[in-house]
């Protein structure tokens, strides 16, 4: 079939993502075509636009956060059939590697081929555009209306569920909330820190808000989204700096400072790492979820704080989350009133106004803007 997509030729400062006409091949074995109902528009497809990923095959077809329906499978397709509903995971799950089998499914093996931009069965592409085959970004591509991916990256979920905020679980939403909920270790009555809240530090905020922190700071520059934070998501303070953050959390604390911070802004950097470690005390605990340009090595630590203070520094992929368990999770407690999505989308857009998309998350405009597909 023949269907437009917002394909990237060449990464770049000035690079776009253009609409082209390309052809979608059937799945293949144990592969689902999905109709796609909406695409979060994430900050790690703006890490794509720009270059902060080390591999060199395009064209690529962008998008990653994703929900539809089934309308097509393999025929070695075991665990889904036509007419589920899913939700597209960036992170496959196999469920009989190590890391599946020991609960990390986040870390499944099957993420090595993840920026391969072939498909995991027989490492061929579904997408073509003219004379080329058309990567798809994490193995996903749903900046299209419709996409071809391995049974092992769609998680099945409730029908009664609203696709086009089930799409934002695909990634932004997992992520932030396990983020703080999970790879924290967060306990009652702690008090918390989230430094960023775009698409994933709002979702951090209603992680700590639920895991049961009892003073949650939410910082960032944009006033709008810590406000919002205050709210709408649970948070109980913003700050608009971490410097100022500091001074905020050593007068909640008596000194002591906080016990837990997710560092989630746009661009990860080493240099922050030493000021957010500042705004934590005694074992307290950073998780690192930002995504850092490929090629970053350094990073500014007191090494001397971190060892006497036994403070721990951790990366976190997907929120510690594991997608099968942990996607229909978050989306019973949407369902149920106790995590909010409605609220996270700012603004809709049409598959032609990607572009326009990421402008207003780099301007600060949005929590999260979403492509809805009209079929």
Known sequence: ?????????????????????????????????????????????????????????????????????????????TDLKVGDHVVLT???????????????????????????????????HRFHWKDK?????????????????????????????????AALVGCGVTTGFGSAAWAADTEIGDTAVVVGTGGLGMNAVQGFRLAGASNIIAVDPHTWKTQL???????????????????????????????????????????DIEEALSLIGKLGVMVFVAVANSQARDAKIDLFTLTHYQQQLRGALFGAANPRIDIPKILDLYMKGEVKLDELVTRTYSLDQVNQGYTDLIDGKNIRGVITFNH
């Open 1 to 77: 079939m023949t269907i437009p997509a917002a394909i990237l030729h060449t990464p770049g400062p000035d690079a776009q993502f253009v609409i082209e006409e390309v052809t979608l091949d059937p799945p293949k074995g144990p592969e689902v075509k999905v109709q796609l109902a909406a695409s979060g528009l994430c900050h790690s497809d703006e890490h794509l636009r720009y270059g902060a990923y080390n591999f060199d095959w395009s064209p690529c077809l962008g998008g990653h956060e994703g929900a539809g329906v089934i309308v097509e499978v393999g025929d070695q397709v």
């Open 90 to 124: 960036f992170i496959p799950s196999c469920g009989r590697c190590r890391a599946c089998a020991t609960g990390h499914s986040n870390l499944c093996d099957m993420g090595a081929e993840l920026f391969s931009g072939v498909s995991v069965y027989d490492r061929t």
């Open 133 to 165: 085959g058309v990567g798809q970004f994490v193995q996903l591509g749903t900046f299209a209306p419709y996409t071809v991916v391995h049974q092992n990256s769609a998680v099945k979920i409730d029908k009664r569920v609203p696709l086009d905020k």
């Open 229 to 271: 934070a205050v709210d709408q998501f649970g948070a109980t303070h913003q700050a608009s700096s971490m410097k100022e953050a500091k001074d905020l959390i050593h007068e909640l604390t008596d000194g002591r400072m906080a016990d837990r911070l997710v560092y989630t802004v746009g661009d990860g950097l080493g240099s």
